[in-house]
């Protein structure tokens, strides 16, 4: 079995308050999650108006497919929402 985690830290411009993040959040998370079959969560920056932490989940029984999927993932999330800049991505296999 390999576990992959993908985790995003986003810049969210513009943001004036925390309903506004949280508008803004979930169609990225709910789009992730049936595009790829992830689990997605916003794991950092709770309270932080312009900026997440999200971490994207894929068990599978190939490390390289993890790595491969989670590198489509990270790349999606760049190329597909110009609302949204990612300032760092991180994956980890086990």
């Not at 900026?51 to 029984?61: F, P, R, T």
């Amino acid at each position: 079995m390999a576990l992959g985690v993908l985790t995003l830290h986003i810049h969210l411009p513009g943001c004036a308050s925390l309903k506004e993040k949280r508008g803004r959040l979930k169609p990225l998370i709910t789009k992730l999650q049936r595009e790829f079959n992830l689990s997605v969560a916003e794991i950092n920056y709770h309270d932080v108006w312009q900026d997440a932490v999200i971490a994207c989940a894929l068990v599978s029984n190939d490390h390289k497919h993890n790595q491969r999927s989670l590198q489509n993932v990270a790349r999606w999330v760049d190329d597909s929402w110009p609302d949204v800049s990612v300032v760092d991505d991180k994956i980890e296999i086990r």
